[in-house]
């Protein structure tokens, strides 16, 4: 591609601010090497005649792109966004840019960007849970290039850091059945498309394996994770005939939904049903009630992430992190009616 005669370039910059090219190129990729008066001068050079780098001919001229690409099931569901936003701010404080898709949580999608990605030069890739097909794990070993999984975590040779879906939610469903109930369903994610999700419904099978019940009594609900989707889940639940005493949600949205379905049927919370989240979100604060969830370390994740990447990027090796959740009691859960 022809550069335009107009666009301005690095000696424009340079004849602009009174310095050499070299500064101009190290200013702006090292500017902790450059005198604040000059950089300064630099910047404002910058900002006037509108510069960008030639992102192309660097890369070229680096042997590297110093991007990152990171694929998240979806855009719509807050539960991605603390942790994206905590991972980009430590990409950037790295020198790397984030490029970011979302696969709708659909396999092939998601097959389709990682190709993408590796063919624009991302150096390493963050990708959601574990559940992908060996014809995409041959294609990113094949081309070396680094990958982290988060959102999970479990014991295996793969490098991740996340939590134990599976554990967690036993602790949650172990502290509802500690309150007496003993008809629980579960709305959650389609666990066939999400393995946070399945583990996620195995773990509260597990909790009512040790509390004595029978896990096969569980009823769950697979619906899209939007607000929308929890509360006609909710709705179904609620026209059983063994309605449950309490409904545990695989996401705080999830339950915000279930939380204005009970509502708007005239159903109280807890005092006929008791509602639980999952991942602590800023709208469990603000339900009414507020919600009973559990916290996930979205920020914290997503800066370790970050850091986990930079050093298998530069073929250091790491070790896989798993972090701590912690039950929040809050109005949505008491005991059966």
Same mark, same amino acid.
Request: aromatic residues 4%; contains cysteine; charged residues 25%.
């Given at each position: 591609? +022809?550069?335009?005669?107009?666009?301005?370039?690095?000696?424009?910059?340079?004849?602009?601010?009174?310095?050499?090219?070299? &500064?101009?190129?190290?200013?702006?990729?090292?500017?902790?090497?450059?005198?604040?008066?000059?950089?300064?001068?630099?910047?404002?050079?910058?900002?006037?005649?509108?510069?960008?780098?030639?992102?192309?001919?660097?890369?070229?001229?680096?042997?590297?792109?110093? &991007?990152?690409?990171?694929?998240?099931?979806?855009?719509?569901?807050?539960?991605?966004?603390?942790?994206?936003? #905590?991972?980009?701010?430590?990409?950037?404080?790295?020198?790397?840019?984030?490029?970011?898709? $979302?696969?709708?949580?659909?396999?092939? !999608?998601?097959?389709?960007? !990682?190709?993408?990605?590796?063919? +624009?030069?991302?150096?390493?890739?963050?990708?959601?849970? %574990?559940?992908?097909?060996?014809?995409?794990?041959? %294609?990113?070993?094949?081309?070396?290039?680094?990958?982290?999984?988060?959102?999970?975590?479990?014991?295996?040779?793969?490098?991740?850091?996340?939590?134990?879906?599976?554990?967690?939610?036993?602790?949650?469903?172990?502290?509802?059945?500690?309150?007496?109930?003993?008809?629980?369903?579960?709305?959650?994610?389609?666990?066939?498309?999400?393995?946070?999700?399945?583990?996620?419904?195995?773990?509260?099978?597990?909790?009512?394996?040790?509390?004595?019940?029978?896990?096969? $009594?569980?009823?769950?609900?697979?619906?899209?994770?939007?607000?929308?989707?929890?509360?006609?889940? %909710?709705?179904?639940?609620?026209?059983?005939?063994? +309605?449950?005493?309490?409904?545990?949600?695989?996401?705080?949205?999830?339950? #915000?939904?279930?939380?204005?379905?009970?509502?708007?049927?005239?159903?109280?919370?807890?005092?006929?049903?008791?509602? &639980?989240?999952?991942?602590?979100?800023?709208?469990?604060? !603000?339900?009414?009630?507020?919600?009973?969830?559990?916290?996930?370390?979205?920020? +914290?994740?997503?800066?370790?992430? #970050?850091?986990?990447?930079?050093?298998?990027?530069?073929?250091?090796?790491?070790?896989?992190?798993?972090?701590?959740?912690?039950?929040?009691?809050?109005?949505?859960?008491?005991?059966?009616?």
């Amino acid at each position: 591609m +022809r550069r335009d005669p107009d666009t301005p370039t690095l000696s424009d910059v340079a004849e602009v601010a009174g310095v050499s090219t070299a &500064t101009v190129s190290r200013c702006l990729n090292a500017p902790e090497r450059v005198l604040e008066q000059t950089r300064n001068r630099v910047l404002e050079a910058v900002r006037t005649l509108g510069y960008a780098p030639n992102f192309g001919a660097r890369a070229l001229a680096e042997g590297r792109t110093r &991007t990152v690409g990171a694929i998240i099931p979806t855009m719509e569901n807050a539960i991605f966004s603390r942790g994206i936003q #905590a991972f980009q701010e430590e990409l950037r404080e790295h020198g790397l840019t984030l490029l970011i898709a $979302s696969s709708s949580y659909r396999p092939e !999608i998601e097959e389709e960007q !990682i190709r993408a990605l590796v063919a +624009r030069g991302a150096e390493g890739l963050l990708l959601i849970g %574990f559940q992908r097909n060996d014809t995409i794990r041959d %294609f990113l070993s094949a081309r070396g290039v680094p990958v982290l999984v988060a959102w999970a975590w479990q014991d295996g040779p793969a490098p991740c850091v996340g939590f134990d879906n599976r554990a967690a939610m036993a602790d949650m469903g172990g502290e509802v059945i500690a309150r007496g109930h003993r008809r629980l369903a579960l709305i959650s994610a389609d666990p066939q498309v999400n393995d946070r999700a399945l583990v996620r419904i195995e773990g509260l099978r597990d909790a009512m394996r040790e509390a004595g019940l029978d896990p096969a $009594s569980l009823i769950v609900e697979p619906t899209d994770a939007s607000l929308d989707a929890g509360g006609l889940a %909710f709705r179904r639940l609620w026209e059983r005939p063994d +309605r449950p005493t309490a409904v545990l949600c695989g996401t705080d949205v999830l339950a #915000a939904g279930a939380l204005v379905m009970a509502r708007s049927l005239g159903v109280k919370v807890p005092d006929q049903v008791s509602i &639980t989240g999952f991942a602590d979100l800023d709208l469990a604060r !603000i339900t009414e009630p507020p919600l009973t969830t559990m916290h996930l370390p979205h920020h +914290r994740m997503g800066r370790e992430a #970050a850091r986990m990447l930079v050093r298998m990027i530069a073929g250091e090796p790491v070790d896989s992190l798993r972090l701590d959740c912690a039950l929040v009691l809050r109005g949505t859960l008491a005991g059966p009616c």
